[in-house]
């Protein structure tokens, strides 16, 4: 277990698009998962935000999505695989207040077209790819701040 | 009333009579109870840094064996001058002739000194809950007046602990008030005067025994805890005779829009502000928190959590039950009076400081090793060790689900062998596994057959 390689953890998710009684699982169960490792409070915060903000942009447009999570005791790193509409135009999908929801998504309070920059603004890495017609790529990396836990004085003292 | 765990828990495993029939491993919240081999019996435990206080262990316990840590009067002998703070749910335990003013006059009648009333004070705090909510940037706030609630947010959700409502609720206003000027009467010291609660559910000793800062003295004011349900038989007795305690009448004024504070709404309801909530429940409420820490909600000024159903109606150590009780609160609010009283009108508490300068504290759950790394490994083993589990959830190892004895196995509490259920599906695996398939052939084939 001393191998570095060795201490990923690893979890697949399957997130179905329109699926809206459901919203939201995947961002629990990521976050009992890192609660349980004892990540600090307010990293779980920011990865919270990242993965349910995410995961309810494929719930609102995509057809289906797999979330890929993985944890190193560095890094954690979601990774988005979505099969949908595509993202027509990044840049302008960046840009806050943007948004393409309809009067139905907005009354559910979503689509105030600031989805994408809360995750940037959340996350420490950030790669986004998207094609028409076919889905968006979506790469979020949040770092493990070892300076600020304090796992690291009891591993000193070990 | 003892503090025996750091955490200051108020409810107590009393392993002599647990007979360990895991009706309590089901319904904790909290996933905070085991079921572990204690010499010959399995008996139920606590994990001390997990309970929330919640009370509802207690309610499904049949042998009694889960004890809510509360004062009885004997306990009390230690107070020169005892001063009765009763919740406004004692008021609905009796029928609706019988008043508020004659239960508090019954109370000093079985011993109390002084007796006092909190619909007044539940105005005070009402309104610094309204100026608060103007001039707050933080949404939703919270309301911390369910201990359960604040011990919930400090063990699982510390980042929302910005959210709780920094006023002192209106007992512990109350408390602080009567001390203040009861010592200044009598001459008394602050620790002679001894300000108990009579309370609807055992949380609201955490107050005490955590000395949970409610106060400017960094102390809760609360000395006691004695539950409704050890109260009422005593008033029973008394409730049919002429009252005779006419003195000091002038504390007993209730107040019919204090009394709203008493039920589940009630405060949402006396704040005439759309944007407020009211839940109960702590499963509703920890899907309320889930959906503030993603960041929904903003709109909501204020959500009143209360984990008991019914709020503090519904608490576990009432005798009668939640909803017949609000109706009479609801009649006794009619009788009162609920309009909104004039701002200008004085009372005990103008110029009392209603705010709470003190900060809760987390309280995160220990995590499955203080080393990342080794957190890491473990929890892809827990993993790892699920998947070969039968995912049944029966409890028979002593743990609520199966996903938490994958964590007991990585942590080395269990053994995999501990698993009945995985014994028994590995014992006849063999066999049922060859044989299904082909009766299911079969089957559809003489379904086929019968229309041809």
């Known amino acids: 277990m001393n191998n570095e390689q060795s201490l990923i953890y690893n979890q697949l998710f399957e997130i179905k698009g329109g699926n809206f009684i459901d919203a939201g699982s995947a961002s629990v169960n990521v976050k009992k998962t890192l609660k349980l490792i004892g990540i600090p409070s ?27 999570f993985s944890i190193t005791p560095d890094k954690i790193v979601l990774k988005f695989n979505d099969e949908g509409p595509g993202i027509k135009d990044i840049e302008l999908a960046m840009k806050e207040g943007y948004s393409t929801a309809t009067s139905e998504m907005r009354e559910m309070g979503f689509g105030a077209g600031m989805g994408l920059p809360n995750i940037k603004m959340n996350s420490d890495e950030f790669y986004i790819e998207s094609e028409e017609n076919k889905g968006t ?22 | 009333m003892e503090n025996t765990d750091k955490y200051g828990h108020s409810i107590y495993f009393d392993s002599e009579k647990c007979v360990g029939d895991m009706a309590c491993l089901k319904v904790c919240p909290a996933e905070a109870i085991r079921i572990r081999t204690k010499v010959r019996n399995k008996v139920a435990v606590m994990l001390e840094d997990k309970c929330i206080d919640c009370g509802e262990c207690v309610k499904v316990c049949k042998s009694e ?15 020169k001058y005892t001063v ?20 508090l006059s019954l109370l000093r009648k079985i011993g109390f000194d002084e007796v006092f009333d909190i619909s007044q004070a539940s105005i005070t705090v009402y309104r610094g809950i309204e100026r608060h909510i103007q001039s707050s940037k933080i949404k939703p706030l919270i309301s911390p007046f369910c201990p359960t609630v604040v011990k919930l947010i400090q063990t699982k959700y510390p980042e929302l602990l910005s959210h709780l409502l920094p006023i002192i609720s209106p007992l512990e206003l109350v408390a602080g008030t009567v001390k203040e000027q009861i010592s200044k009467r009598t001459g008394l010291k602050n620790e002679e005067i001894g300000i108990i609660y009579i309370t609807p559910c055992p949380s609201k000793t955490i107050l005490i025994l955590q000395k949970l800062a409610y106060t400017n003295q960094g102390k809760s004011c609360i000395d006691g805890a004695i539950p409704i349900s050890e109260i009422y038989p005593l008033l029973m007795r008394l409730v049919n005779q002429p009252v005779t305690h006419t003195a000091q009448c ?7 829009f204090g009394l709203k504070y008493g039920s589940l709404g009630g405060l949402t309801s006396m704040l005439e502000n759309d944007n407020c909530i009211a839940v109960s429940g702590v499963n509703n409420i920890i899907y309320i928190l889930e959906g ?12 009143d959590m209360h984990a008991c159903m019914e709020g503090c109606l519904g608490g576990i150590m009432v005798v009668e039950n939640a909803y017949i ?6 009649s006794l609010i009619r009788y009162y009076g609920d309009k909104k009283p004039p701002i200008g009108k004085k009372d005990n508490y103008e110029n009392r400081n209603i705010y709470d300068e003190n900060i809760y504290k987390p309280q995160p759950i220990k995590p499955i090793d203080i080393n990342i790394r080794n957190a890491i490994a473990k929890v892809a083993k827990q993993k790892e060790i699920y998947q070969q589990l039968p995912q049944i959830n029966c409890g028979a190892c002593g743990c609520p689900s199966c996903l938490i004895f994958a964590e007991e196995v990585v942590q080395g509490i269990l053994k995999l062998e501990n698993c009945v259920a995985l014994e028994f599906s590995l014992d006849s695996s063999p066999q049922p596994k060859e044989q299904p398939p082909k009766k299911r052939k079969q089957k559809k084939q003489t379904i086929r057959e019968i229309p041809r």
């Open chain 2, 65 to 79: 064996a889960i004890v809510p840590l509360t004062n009885t009067f004997k306990d009390f002998s230690k107070f």
């Open chain 1, 137 to 158: 790529n979506l790469f979020i990396g949040i770092f493990i701040d070892r300076k600020t836990d304090n796992h690291d004085k009891s591993e000193e003292i070990a």
């Open chain 2, 292 to 303: 503030i820490e993603r960041g929904k909600l903003r709109n909501v000024d204020l959500v």
């Open chain 2, 325 to 330: 009780a609000r109706s009479r609160l609801n």
């Open chain 2, 250 to 256: 002038e504390h007993y004024e209730i107040n019919g």
């Open chain 2, 84 to 103: 009765a703070i009763p919740s406004i749910a004692l008021y609905t335990q009796f029928e609706k002739n019988i008043k508020p003013p004659q239960i």
């Open chain 1, 42 to 68: 307010e990293i779980i915060y920011r990865v919270s935000i990242c993965c349910y903000e995410a995961e309810m942009n494929i719930i609102m447009y995509a057809y289906r999505a797999t979330l890929d």
